[in-house]
């Protein structure tokens, strides 16, 4: 179980179980607020990255990964969602988008080489 209220704290299944309660999204947009050109989420909690966490249940969900989920009907498993606007609380429809994998995969390589324990 997780309970942490933390970035990254959440379940597949209790996501999947979340997007089709719909007393459930109209919680998670009461925590929404427009911004300029955003709507911006205004919940408790912030993941230690900056990103919005709507708590429901016993979970933490990411706010913007719930957005992304409702708003295309299906869980971006392993693929980060990224915000146009740079706006990491933002959680509008057409702001919200999956990272490619190619900039992904860049990425993930840039760490492992910049990894402190790969070498003396
Ligand atoms: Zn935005």
């Known amino acids: 179980m997780c309970t942490e209220l933390r970035e990254g704290c959440?379940?597949?299944?209790?996501?999947?179980?979340l997007v089709s309660e719909?007393?459930?999204w109209k919680d998670f947009k009461k925590s929404v607020k427009k911004s300029g050109e955003c709507q911006v989420w205004t919940?408790?909690?912030f993941g230690e990255?900056?990103?919005?966490?709507f708590k429901h249940g016993d979970f933490n969900h990411l706010a913007h990964r719930v957005a992304f989920m409702y708003y295309n009907d299906y869980?971006?498993?392993?693929?980060?969602?990224?915000q146009s606007c740079g706006n990491k609380r933002c959680v509008k429809e057409e702001h919200l988008s999956?990272?490619?994998?190619?900039?992904a995969a860049a990425k993930f390589t840039g760490e492992a080489v910049q990894s402190p324990k790969g070498g003396r």
């Open 75 to 82: 869980d971006p498993v392993g693929i980060r969602i990224l």
């Open 10 to 17: 959440y379940t597949v299944e209790a996501m999947s179980e």
């Open 49 to 53: 990255k900056g990103y919005g966490l």
């Open 98 to 103: 999956e990272e490619p994998p190619i900039a």
């Open 43 to 45: 919940g408790r909690g």
């Open 22 to 24: 719909i007393e459930a």
